[in-house]
């Protein structure tokens, strides 16, 4: 009789526990269907790999405390012949560094060894691809860049002047606004309406002004590889004389640490006031440089998990 009594017992608890257990699964459901369901914000990254796409920028800044280190190549034109070794004789080398001030505002400066130039920039995020609560289709940064050229005997040829050329007449200027969507992981489109300004240009044109369209794409080609586009329309009315829209396909590939650009290129200067208004190669006569950029990327200052991006 006991041993009934006690088999009793234990089934009835079991029976509550079960009913009990039922019962939470049941309010958890109700909840579930009951409260608004959350949407955060996921923002799209990697539209593309690097800062360049090959001469110019793109969309993308460097995380707050990142520092890049950038070093762009640009040998001589194919055209040379064999004796110049096909251009690989002559060399134009631009060394810069790019640091992340915050996760949307970065700075950046750098020495060309063509025209001997400096050159600086200010780079803003102003609004990034997201979807869910907050829904962005397109990213769009704003890009402000000065250009100081020492080489006075070049510029003095150029721009059919007797004198030397004030310290003034040595800076141009250079405002972007880069616009870019990543359609899906394995292509990325940018446009780029840019403007040139130079203080100093060929006394037989009067605008000191160049207008120009850019467009450029990343195409995924493996996990880590890619092939991309960049090409800029110099505006008619605009356009100085003697130069010409640069075009640049390249290959990137991304290894630990570093990312690797090589490309060919009608142009041999590396900052927005040679690659976009004063080129005078054409890819039509062979004046194509194989060129190549290496970033490496340096974290200085660790961002606080719970920094505002």
């Known amino acids: 009789m006991k041993k009934k009594l006690k088999l009793l017992i234990v089934l009835i608890v079991m029976c509550s526990l079960k009913t009990m257990s039922q019962s939470v699964n049941a309010d958890s459901l109700l909840d579930a269907q009951t409260k608004p369901p959350t949407s955060k914000t996921q923002r799209t990254y990697a539209t593309f790999k690097t800062t360049r796409l090959i001469d110019g920028h793109t969309v993308e800044t460097l995380p707050g405390g990142v520092l890049d280190l950038k070093i762009s190549h640009r040998f001589g034109q194919l055209n040379d012949g064999f004796y110049n070794m096909f251009g690989l004789d002559f060399a134009s080398i631009r060394i810069g560094m790019d640091y992340g001030l915050t996760n949307r505002l970065m700075v950046g400066a750098g020495r060309s060894s063509y025209e001997k130039q400096y050159d600086g920039f200010?780079?803003?995020?102003?609004?990034?691809?997201?979807?869910?609560?907050?829904?962005?289709?397109?990213?769009?940064?704003?890009?402000?860049?000065?250009?100081?050229?020492?080489?006075?005997?070049?510029?003095?040829?150029?721009?059919?002047?007797?004198?030397?050329?004030?310290?003034?007449?040595?800076?141009?200027?250079?405002?972007?606004?880069?616009?870019?969507?990543?359609?899906?992981?394995?292509?990325?489109?940018?446009?780029?309406?840019?403007?040139?300004?130079?203080?100093?240009?060929?006394?037989?044109?009067?605008?000191?002004?160049?207008?120009?369209?850019?467009?450029?794409?990343?195409?995924?080609?493996?996990?880590?590889?890619?092939?991309?586009?960049?090409?800029?329309?110099?505006?008619?009315?605009?356009?100085?004389p003697g130069t010409y829209n640069t075009f640049s396909v390249g290959y990137e590939i991304e290894t630990a640490g570093h990312v690797f650009q090589v490309h060919l290129s009608n142009s041999t200067g590396m900052t927005e006031k040679t690659f976009i208004a004063e080129n005078t190669g054409r890819w039509s006569k062979g004046d194509i440089h194989i060129g190549f950029n290496i970033s490496r990327v340096f974290t200085i200052r660790k961002q606080h998990s719970t920094a505002k991006m």
């Open 122 to 240: 200010l780079k803003y995020r102003l609004f990034w691809q997201s979807e869910g609560e907050k829904n962005i289709p397109l990213s769009v940064t704003l890009l402000a860049s000065v250009m100081f050229a020492t080489d006075t005997v070049a510029m003095k040829t150029e721009n059919k002047i007797e004198t030397s050329p004030t310290t003034a007449d040595k800076f141009s200027y250079a405002y972007q606004v880069l616009i870019a969507r990543k359609f899906s992981e394995d292509f990325s489109l940018q446009l780029m309406p840019s403007l040139v300004h130079q203080n100093l240009v060929d006394s037989s044109f009067n605008s000191n002004d160049v207008f120009a369209v850019g467009a450029g794409a990343r195409i995924k080609l493996t996990k880590r590889s890619s092939l991309n586009l960049e090409y800029y329309y110099q505006l008619p009315g605009t356009k100085l």
